[in-house]
């Protein structure tokens, strides 16, 4: 009886809360209020005063539209009041139309479908091998979303680690935006997938309030595989206007007082979900090593000296996690598995889910690190801009970077990830050009808030610094000195702009070379005196021209202008040798040196 | 025993290129030799001689990295003289490391992993729905790649769709790049999993030829159901040294010459694949409606007018085509199915698929229309890079751009997306504030090459064009003339930008307005000649800062610079009023005349 009126008050609140937003999902709340009254009393372990507790259990709404569903149940809990609850939506409300962590029980936004579920993978996979703590991890799931093709990465990996911890709950109201989904109610559909996929699956009627406790409870019971409860529910339900009809997503209800009556009217129960045990993280043994310290002139990729620089963070860091998408042996990110297996995950050819995962593991404190190839971090673009709204802070290397990896042609060359990076809110962008700036630069993110990206390159280059050299993030170094033309490049163009640099030193021109490793934020100072001292700017990206390094100087300079020259990769490049390519894009130091004469007078 | 020599060939020539190259994956393509050489020889039905001959089956191979077997079946067709296989990799050639559509037998660029099977749903669709022909979609797809969640995408639509005119070739040889696969050689766990989604599967000995003659016979007799032949093979098949073992994941074999020998030997067999039936394509009736028109001074959101235009585009030219992700009542891509249901698919909540499916279709001469939000077309954005790679024709379409949308909050927000189509290679990038303006750029993305974009409002703009007034892509519109600052937005920005226009006449401050509808390319002639005329550039975008309009306004003064303040997006937003938040986000009215009255003497 406590349970189906907290199920009515949950859909109640639900409709006031859209009604006095004059927008949002009622419907696909209502759905799902059964399942969540379940939840809440007695299963979900969660203190809602200590959101940070270690032992909490977590609950994901990857259906995130369902947020008035959620914010009903902060209410039953007693988190948030109702004159709260009521500013759903509007300027300036916690509450807002998808739910994100600036509610501190909210441990991702979600909003984009089909994220939720991968997330929980990251986080229970940190239950189980970092943490190593007993805690569940929910996730309401429409059905609609159990088409993107990131769910079923999550099926895989959830089966594949045996994660069961990890309790789907797939609300199948059959109705998508526009019209039926393409499974409808079939509920076997579904199961059949996932089991598959090694999942355990429990198909139940989501509004009987007694198959819900015993599907839960099953659930509860770990058998060593993660639990998809498939949940048949009608869209609506409990309002007969709406309940089972198309037409009626994300809309409150026309009818909104008729329908809390239908519903019952107004309550106010309170429900207090069970306390979570009192239990600790584990933590791993720390060392004394130092990060790797290279000799100048030697000669090394810059990618090596991520994984090199990395598994020593590993060591003096307890808190540092790796992952990669199975080009471990490619990004060096074997390096830290070899020294930390336990805290290395194979996220396999999967970017959205490695991703995730490393979303998953920074909600309960881990220093994630994330790296397969450049180009490949794009697929999993819409996880990295979620992230950002998620306020995740996210260490991301991508390798291969540009024309210059050569041989293996466009497809593995990231020409784009600057651009994409950069229009990442709050995100860092970094470039290096040597090992001892990488292995700096690796340091500094693990500290650094937000996302930020690391930029590494597949061949070897000299070292130019000495390992004591420092490398604030926002900063830049003026690597040559020279009062007639500045050059500024970063990364491979770097060593092409120092040899442009020596081409003009013969000719009598003094350049400036300005190593601009950190692409966002950027050195504005530094350009600016640039800017003053010398006749103009070249700078050299192994990158398209929009929205890289370019542009980032430009944007800079915006203000107080000077002549800009800019050398980028315009043309389609095919396969080649790294110096061959270079030299087609016109983004080598002939093409450099040839650029800054032009803006000598 | 000619297929057997057929196949050993391809190996033979497998090692040959990318011993040749100095890189390159011979042992995944040695593993793949025998399905290839069985389904040169008497099953694909393509005519090299005339790739674009309609009625041609297609063969993607998924696993772009096996491209020396592709190249090794080019030569083996007579498609290529074996001096130009050994260029392969090499500065120039057709034969890059991944294949291209520089290559006319390529349809599409592989070489990032699960795309070439949603691709392949995309020219299944075409052929069972658009062209009507009898070709098959053979698609080679590696086991690695299974791990991708856009593969899962594409076996839910084709099972979906029944369309049995697409063959998987799975080529299980169970070592990834960096170790063993998720499932090793359980071919039965992938069967599961294809099978629940509606597929036919067929389990054999990648190596034993009869086992594949009879897989490929039965798969030819379609049964309403896409068919996976899931194939067990030995990664480096033939080859003692290599055959099975992990390590030699995209190397070129150490000991060639013996490995050559081991495989029996130089060969130069020819096959010649069975020729396809004589057919023409399926052609759709058209009409003579012309764009919708509106009135001036009436309101519209843009998105409703794209939805407008493309139905009576789809009128007059039958080769159009669109699709959507399970939006098309927000897109208003339901316009088009409503009129044109025979040429519209819903492609659910996959945005991978739906892409991948765009990119089919056009290989087939389709001009496809692909629509979402475009907060969510950021979850394609791997398969828009390989779009261009592949050189294909496209045209998007993301709605609810910026902070503009209001009250759904971030998480539906693009705010990226102008910088991501930008970094596009040869994108089209457009940007419409009206819907006389939208109604003619839609019909220009139809007869635009590459890739265009077209980004949409949710909200109502008024009309502020004639309907006979003209669009060019790289043009840009003065729509308000003054002499002493510029005032640069598009979309929901030039509606802020034009009242700020106003404001500031009343302080006798005369503010040109330009509407840069074209982003990209920018009408840099037009913004020179403002740079020139007035005292600087104030720009607007409901974007982040970096890579979008303002960007892209600086690209276009570089050499010949202006003083230029910037406008963006620099907070994270919330949910609201979108008057409100085009407030809290500095880029509406007042904050604009602002802005520009620091730029005024």
Redesign the interface.
């Known amino acids: 009886m406590f349970r189906s009126e907290l199920a009515q008050q949950l859909r109640v609140d639900s409709v006031r809360a859209s009604t006095a937003?004059?927008?949002?999902h009622p419907t696909s709340s209502m759905s799902a209020a059964d399942l969540m009254a379940v939840l809440l009393d007695g299963h979900l372990r969660l203190d809602f005063s200590r959101p940070d507790h270690p032992a909490n259990d977590h609950l994901i709404f990857s259906k995130?539209h369902a947020s008035p569903l959620q914010y009903a149940a902060f209410k039953a809990v007693g988190a948030v009041e109702d004159d709260e609850l009521l500013t759903f939506?509007?300027?300036?409300?916690r509450?807002?139309?998808?739910p994100?962590p600036?509610l501190p029980w909210v441990d991702v936004?979600?909003?984009?479908?089909?994220q939720g579920l991968p997330v929980g993978v990251g986080l229970a996979l940190a239950g189980k091998r970092l943490d190593r703590l007993p805690y569940r991890v929910w996730v309401l799931c429409g059905d609609?979303?159990m088409?993107?093709?990131?769910?079923?990465?999550a099926l895989?990996h959830a089966g594949?680690e045996q994660l069961d911890n990890l309790i789907a709950l797939v609300d199948v109201n059959r109705l998508?935006?526009?019209?039926p989904?393409?499974h409808g109610w079939d509920l076997s559909?579904y199961a059949?997938?996932a089991?598959?996929?090694g999942w355990r699956t429990l198909e139940i009627d989501g509004h009987d309030l007694d198959e819900i406790e015993s599907a839960l409870a099953e659930a509860e019971r770990g058998d060593g595989r993660p639990v998809m409860i498939l949940a048949a529910t009608q869209k609506g339900k409990g309002v007969a206007e709406v309940a089972d009809k198309p037409g009626f997503h994300g809309k409150p209800l026309a009818h909104a007082e008729e329908a809390i009556a239908e519903l019952g009217g107004l309550r106010d129960l309170r429900v207090k979900p069970v306390a979570p045990e009192d239990a600790a993280p584990h933590a791993f043994d720390t060392g004394n090593t130092g990060l790797p310290a290279y000799e100048e002139g030697t000669e090394l990729a810059t990618r090596k000296a991520y994984g090199q620089a990395l598994a020593a963070l590993g060591d003096r860091r307890g808190d540092v996690v790796a992952m990669d998408g199975?080009?471990?042996?490619?990004t060096f990110a074997?390096l830290f598995r070899d020294a930390h297996p336990d805290r290395y995950f194979?996220m396999?050819?999967?970017?959205?889910?490695l991703i995730a995962a490393a979303v998953g593991m920074q909600v309960r404190g881990w220093c994630a690190f994330a790296s397969t190839f450049a180009?490949?971090l794009?697929?999993a673009?819409?996880f990295v801009?979620?992230a950002?709204?998620s306020?995740a802070d996210l260490r991301l290397m991508g390798s291969h970077a540009g024309v210059a990896i050569g041989?293996?042609?466009?497809?593995?060359m990231a020409?784009?990830d600057l651009?994409?990076f950069?229009?990442?809110?709050?995100s860092t962008v970094l470039y290096p050009c040597d090992a001892n700036q990488t292995a700096h630069l690796v340091a500094a993110m693990a500290d650094q808030p937000g996302i930020s990206y690391l930029r590494t390159s597949r061949g070897a280059m000299p070292v130019i610094y000495p390992p004591d050299e420092e490398f604030p993030i926002g900063g830049a170094k003026v690597v040559r000195d020279g009062a007639d033309v500045t050059l500024v490049g970063a990364g491979v163009t770097l060593h092409e702009a120092l040899k442009a640099a020596d081409l003009l030193a013969h000719e009598g021109i003094g350049a400036r070379v300005i190593d601009l490793y950190s692409v966002?934020p950027v050195d504005t100072a530094t350009l600016r005196q640039a800017a003053k001292e010398t006749a103009g700017l070249v700078t050299a990206e192994d990158?398209?021209?929009?929205?890289?390094l370019?542009?980032?100087v430009?944007?800079a300079?915006?203000?107080?202008?000077?002549?800009?020259?800019?050398l980028a990769v315009h043309e389609?490049p095919?396969?080649?040798?790294p110096a061959?390519?270079l030299g087609?894009a016109r983004i080598d130091a002939t093409a450099i040196a040839e650029k800054a004469r032009e803006l000598v007078p």
Do not use: C
Not at 89 to 93: E, I, V
């Open positions: 937003a004059g927008s949002g995130g939506r509007a300027f300036g409300s509450l807002e139309g998808h994100t600036v936004a979600t909003g984009s479908l089909g609609s979303e088409a993107e093709g990131s769910v079923w990465e895989e594949h998508g935006q526009t019209g989904t393409m559909s059949a997938r089991q598959a996929a199975e080009v471990s042996n490619s074997e194979e396999y050819i999967a970017e959205q889910q180009a490949f794009s697929r673009y819409d801009r979620m950002a709204i306020r041989e293996d042609g466009p497809s593995q020409l784009e651009a994409a950069r229009a990442v809110h709050g966002k990158h398209w021209p929009e929205g890289g370019g542009e980032a430009l944007s300079l915006a203000e107080d202008p000077v002549p800009v020259r800019r389609m095919g396969s080649g040798k061959e390519l087609q």
